[in-house]
């Protein structure tokens, strides 16, 4: 039994050991495993909780998945039983690294969508995305203010490790945020490493082209990997008076270019190109190196990017041109808690099958004496 664990979890011998004294006449069940995850007393408890069930037969997999809970489950799980995640070849989880992402210029388009919690990083990591950036967008969608500019390394450092937690294949990019890295290339350094020790990210994305090649170098040199941003640059809404396309005039067409073959040179493995014309995205990606990611900057780059919440459609009042809303998510969840605040209000939920019910059966009584 102990050595199915092991094998299973991919724990030690001696943490394995402790499951089978727990579950005793349990067994070695894969219902067992099951059952692992419940109990908390364990030292592989968040192990044995995250269990892929790789190796096991997938029809009986999914036919436990689909079976109802029993009155022994019910009891047994108390509030839910643990589920096993969908089986998923190996071939399609070997994780995104940087070279992976270097590699893929001029070839697939790379995905790479914003995630900001464990929930979000599951669902994007499951649907095939490369890379998962927790951008400074997190300012406007999650904290709902107008701009990027008050987010923090601390509240970086804090969703890097939540999306960290749900990824099992993407590549995360934590942002880094205004004023963050622009006061030394020293100081960018410090709060760089914070993301990646701390927040468990595996780079760091920084806005900014020329003036900022000397920092993409100092992080790169350091061993951190940098991904480049140029174009329409957030953190520099006031001094281009506010999200305007870049690039349109000549010389400022010019000047991206320049600053994206400057981020190159330094370093960067990838490119964001954001809010700018088409035509000058495609020159761009045909001009450096490493890849380019678009945001509102045409279908020639190398791969593209939009924030989750604009693409599920959870933004209600928030549509920018290059977004396409692959759901309505604000609409469908409007309705949703309205349908549940109709059936509270109505005594019509919980239901009996929503409800707990004691045990069954007569229960021995226990003498004071």
């Not at 951008?135 to 987010?151: E, F, K, P, R």
Request: aromatic letters at 4%; proline letters at 5%.
């Amino acid at each position: 039994m102990a050595d199915f664990v092991t094998r299973l979890v991919g724990v030690s011998n001696q943490h394995a050991l402790e499951i089978p004294r727990q579950l005793g006449a349990a067994g070695g069940t894969e219902r067992a495993m099951v059952r692992a995850g419940r109990i908390r007393t364990a030292p592989c408890y968040r192990e044995a909780r995250a269990v892929a069930w790789t190796g096991m037969d997938s029809a009986a997999t999914e036919a436990r998945r689909q079976a109802p809970l029993s009155h022994d489950d019910t009891h047994d799980a108390s509030y839910g039983r643990a589920v096993d995640p969908s089986p998923t070849p190996s071939t399609e989880r070997t994780p995104v690294t940087v070279p992976t992402i270097r590699a893929a210029k001029g070839s697939v388009p790379l995905v790479m969508v914003t995630a900001y919690d464990a929930t979000f990083a599951r669902i994007l990591d499951e649907a095939g995305a490369d890379l998962l950036l927790v951008g400074d967008s997190l300012g406007m969608v999650i904290q709902g203010n107008a701009d990027t500019l008050g987010v923090t390394v601390d509240d970086i450092v804090y969703h890097c490790r939540a999306v960290a937690r749900g990824a099992r294949r993407a590549h995360v990019v934590g942002d880094m945020p205004f004023l963050s890295y622009q006061v030394t290339p020293e100081e960018a350094l410090r709060n760089a490493g914070r993301i990646l020790a701390q927040g468990r990210a595996h780079s760091v994305k920084l806005e900014g082209g020329q003036v900022m090649a000397p920092t993409i170098a100092r992080l790169v040199a350091a061993g951190i990997p940098v991904m480049a941003h140029v174009g329409l640059t957030p953190q520099s809404v006031h001094a281009m008076g506010g999200f305007r396309v870049q690039g349109r005039e000549r010389e400022d067409a010019e000047r991206i270019l320049a600053d994206a073959h400057a981020v190159a040179d330094a370093g960067a493995y990838a490119l964001v190109l954001e809010g700018i014309p088409g035509e000058l995205a495609a020159r761009i990606t045909a001009d450096v190196a490493i890849p380019t990611i678009g945001i509102g900057a045409g279908v020639e780059c190398d791969g593209q990017v939009l924030v989750c919440y604009d693409l599920l459609g959870l933004t209600a009042d928030l549509r920018p041109k290059f977004v396409k809303r692959y759901e309505q998510l604000f609409d469908r969840g409007v309705a949703a808690a309205r349908e549940f605040c109709s059936e509270v209000r109505a005594r019509r939920f919980p239901g009996p099958e929503h409800t707990f019910a004691g045990r069954k059966g007569p229960r021995a009584v226990v003498s004071a004496g």
